[in-house]
């Protein structure tokens, strides 16, 4: 039985947190386990209005308050996740110098949020082998009404100069068989694997085959349930030079939105889907 020990989290300033999120991590071998340590974030200003430059300082010590050791994970010690409450903004954010300032413990980010409302924020870092999740909500500006979420269930998206299809293929078994070159409809059902397709081709409809790996792969991937309480973050089980494969499950029933990045020609782009989980 895994050893589960208690997470002290403590909160500095200009955010809320929240409770621990589910999360699938996709391939990845590590284990998401309790694990004894401090996150906390520091937003500066702390009136933070839309479009304006926001610092964000992530503060990861352990329970001494010395700096937490971090595990490099796809290039990176911290992979900071933003996303607003009507899941139309995605934000997928890096220090610069993360070296020098994880010897300290102290991570420095900017960024700006393009509307008011509600983001929800996720600190994913990695310590010997162990993932640890804490995720923050931040408000920014003043809205008076709730923006809600538009559902859109196309399989099919133009972006730029490039045409991606996402392949809901079921199970990961029909994907290793499938050639992956149309949609497999199939059920998504909580709580069972599924494996998630998807076909980068240009405007003509031939495969892009010289993509550029992205963060050590050739795609990255994280999803959010319309309630904000269930998150993933993926990454390929197959990636070959017609199709990009992920394997995952979706904890409960409802509508996900899945923001998947990939590289071309320098640079990173961003594609939304959602499913239905039955």
Known sequence: MKKIILIFLFLLVACTPQQEMQMDHGDSKMMTEKIEAQISIEINPKDIKPNEEAELIVSIKDSEGNPLSLDTVHEKKLHFLVVSEDLEIYQHIHSENELEESKNGMFYLKTSFPQAGKYRMVVD?????????????????????????????????????????????????????????????ESIYSNEEVALGYLILDNKGNSIEDLQPYLGEMMHAVYWSTDLSEFGHLHPVKSDTKTIIFETSFPKPGIYKIFAQFKHKDVVRTVPFMVEVE
């Open 125 to 185: 870092v990695t310590h010997m082998g162990k993932n640890i999740l804490k995720n923050f909500d931040v408000v920014v500006g003043e809205r008076k009404e709730k923006l809600e979420i538009k559902t859109n269930l196309s399989r099919t998206k133009q972006l730029d100069n490039y045409i991606i299809k996402f392949l809901a293929l079921g199970s990961v078994d029909s994907a290793q068989k499938s050639k992956a070159t149309e949609i497999v409809k």
